[in-house]
Nanobody
Framework: QVQLVESGGGSVQIGGSLRLSCAVS?????????VKWFRQAPGREREFVAE??????ITYYGDSVKGRFTISSDRSTWYLQMNNLKPEDTAIYYC???????????WGQGTQVTVSS
């Protein structure tokens, strides 16, 4: 059973930085896992933030975070480096893993990011 555990959230001032981590366990050696970060602010729909493809390593970003956020990974942890944070970045951030070939989706519990002046 794949499990994702996010960490690294917190409160930061405008213009500050945070690095979120998503620790992954229980992966199958027969599957590959694309990883995405999403966020959801109160009263708003879930928003795509960033993705890294397992095989190619190609990354994708939502328009609102391009140039400020960077997704990366090592052997068992995915990261979201967030720079120049703005109040509109305030949300709960979720890590998502999509496995291939079975197409299963896994979610972490979320980590709160709050940006204020």
């Amino acid at each position: 059973q794949v499990q994702l555990v996010e960490s690294g959230g917190g409160s930061v001032q405008i213009g500050g930085s945070l690095r979120l981590s998503c620790a992954v366990s229980g992966r199958s050696i027969f599957s590959t896992y694309d990883v995405k970060w999403f966020r959801q602010a109160p009263g708003r729909e879930r928003e795509f933030v960033a993705e890294i493809r397992a095989i190619s390593g190609i990354t994708y970003y939502g328009d609102s975070v391009k140039g400020r956020f960077t997704i990366s990974s090592d052997r068992s942890t995915w990261y979201l480096q967030m720079n120049n944070l703005k109040p509109e970045d305030t949300a709960i951030y979720y890590c998502n893993s999509h496995s291939r070939p079975d197409g299963a989706d896994y979610w972490g519990q979320g980590t709160q990011v709050t940006v204020s002046s």
